[in-house]
C-alpha cells in the first residue's frame, strides 16, 4: 500500500479538514494507495503578498520534512501556489506534487488555450508567477476573477447557490470571449464547485487537487520522482532551526 501525505496549507480543525479530503472523491484511484490530510503548523492569513509566500513556504516544508521517514510514499501540496514544493524536493526523495504546475501543464495537454477562474482579486499574483515560470504566457487566454473574498476554513459550503453561478458565467467568458480550450479552477478550496461547472461548460475544467492526487498515483506507478541535479539537497540541513521558527510562529493567532 503507497501512502502519501497531503499538506493543507492552514491550521485548521477536523471537520473543516475533512471538506479538503472530499476532493478524494471526484477522482479515481487504486486500491493500494491512500492519502493521509494534515495541516500545517502556522501559516499566513491568506496568500495575498509575498511576504505571505515565503511564510507559506516555511510552513509548508517544516510540515513536510519528516514525510519519507514517517513512510510517506510521496506527498501532495493543497494549495495552487504550490507552497513549499520546491523546498521539499530539495529535502526528500520521494514526489512531491503540487497542483499549481500540474494543471497548467495538464491543461497544455487538452487544449493549446486555458483559462484560470478564482475568487478574489488578489489571487491572481499566484498563477501570473507560475506561467511565467512554465513560459505559458502566451497559451494563458484570461484569469477571471468573481472577486468574493474566499473563506479557507469553510470553503464554500453553505454559498452555492451564490457563488456556483458566478463561477460558471465567469466560465463562460473565458470560453467565448477570451477564447479559453481548458478550465482551471483557481484553487483547491474552490473544489465544491466542479461538478456543478463540469455538467454546465463546453470545454474540460481541471479540479486541481484531484490531478494532483492522481498524478502522484501515476509518478509512482512508474517509478518516477523529482530530478536531484534540478533540486540539489543543502550540504548543511537545518531542520532543527526550521522546526524551532515554527514551535515560536505555532504560538501565534493566525
Same mark, same amino acid.
Given at each position: 500500500?503507497?501512502?502519501?501525505?497531503?499538506?493543507?496549507?492552514?491550521?485548521?480543525?477536523?471537520?473543516?479538514?475533512?471538506?479538503?479530503?472530499?476532493?478524494?472523491?471526484?477522482?479515481?484511484?487504486?486500491?493500494?494507495?491512500?492519502?493521509?490530510?494534515?495541516?500545517?503548523?502556522?501559516?499566513?492569513?491568506?496568500?495575498?503578498?509575498?511576504?505571505?509566500?515565503?511564510?507559506?513556504?516555511? +510552513?509548508?516544508?517544516? @510540515?513536510?520534512?519528516?514525510?519519507?521517514?514517517?513512510?510517506? $510514499?510521496?506527498?501532495? &501540496?493543497? /494549495? !495552487?501556489? %504550490?507552497?513549499?514544493?520546491?523546498?521539499?524536493?530539495?529535502?526528500?526523495?520521494?514526489?512531491?506534487? +503540487?497542483?499549481?504546475? @500540474?494543471?497548467?501543464?495538464?491543461?497544455?495537454?487538452?487544449? $493549446?488555450?486555458?483559462? &484560470?477562474? /478564482? !475568487?478574489? %482579486?488578489?489571487?491572481?499574483?499566484?498563477?501570473?508567477?507560475?506561467?511565467?515560470?512554465?513560459?505559458?504566457?502566451?497559451?494563458? @487566454?484570461?484569469?477571471?476573477?468573481?472577486?468574493?473574498?474566499? $473563506?479557507?476554513?469553510?470553503?464554500?459550503?453553505?454559498?452555492?447557490?451564490?457563488?456556483?453561478?458566478?463561477?460558471?458565467?465567469?466560465?463562460?467568458?473565458?470560453?467565448?470571449?477570451?477564447? @479559453?480550450?481548458?478550465?482551471?479552477?483557481?484553487?483547491?478550496?474552490?473544489?465544491?464547485?466542479?461538478?456543478?461547472?463540469?455538467?454546465?461548460?463546453?470545454?474540460?475544467?481541471?479540479?486541481?487537487?484531484?490531478?494532483?492526487?492522481?498524478?502522484?498515483?501515476?509518478?509512482?506507478?512508474?517509478?518516477?520522482?523529482?530530478?536531484?541535479?534540478?533540486?540539489?539537497?543543502?550540504?548543511?540541513?537545518?531542520?532543527?532551526?526550521?522546526?524551532?521558527?515554527?514551535?515560536?510562529?505555532?504560538?501565534?493567532?493566525?
Amino acid at each position: 500500500m503507497k501512502k502519501v501525505l497531503v499538506l493543507v496549507p492552514f491550521p485548521m480543525s477536523e471537520e473543516n479538514r475533512t471538506q479538503r479530503q472530499q476532493q478524494l472523491s471526484a477522482v479515481e484511484l487504486g486500491p493500494d494507495i491512500e492519502f493521509q490530510f494534515e495541516s500545517v503548523r502556522a501559516a499566513p492569513k491568506n496568500y495575498v503578498s509575498q511576504y505571505d509566500l515565503v511564510l507559506a513556504d516555511v +510552513g509548508m516544508m517544516e @510540515a513536510g520534512l519528516d514525510a519519507q521517514k514517517r513512510g510517506f $510514499d510521496a506527498v501532495c &501540496i493543497d /494549495t !495552487m501556489s %504550490d507552497s513549499g514544493v520546491a523546498a521539499l524536493r530539495s529535502v526528500l526523495d520521494i514526489p512531491v506534487i +503540487g497542483p499549481g504546475r @500540474a494543471s497548467m501543464l495538464m491543461a497544455m495537454m487538452l487544449g $493549446d488555450r486555458f483559462s &484560470i477562474i /478564482t !475568487m478574489w %482579486d488578489q489571487w491572481k499574483h499566484l498563477y501570473v508567477r507560475t506561467i511565467k515560470d512554465l513560459r505559458l504566457t502566451d497559451h494563458c @487566454a484570461s484569469v477571471r476573477s468573481i472577486d468574493i473574498a474566499p $473563506d479557507n476554513q469553510g470553503l464554500l459550503k453553505g454559498k452555492e447557490e451564490v457563488i456556483f453561478p458566478l463561477l460558471e458565467k465567469a466560465a463562460m467568458q473565458c470560453v467565448e470571449e477570451d477564447g @479559453a480550450h481548458v478550465i482551471l479552477l483557481g484553487s483547491t478550496t474552490m473544489h465544491q464547485a466542479y461538478s456543478y461547472l463540469a455538467e454546465r461548460l463546453p470545454v474540460p475544467i481541471i479540479n486541481p487537487g484531484p490531478l494532483s492526487y492522481k498524478m502522484a498515483e501515476t509518478v509512482l506507478g512508474l517509478g518516477l520522482s523529482h530530478s536531484r541535479v534540478g533540486y540539489p539537497k543543502s550540504p548543511v540541513p537545518k531542520d532543527g532551526m526550521v522546526r524551532a521558527m515554527l514551535d515560536a510562529g505555532a504560538t501565534f493567532d493566525h
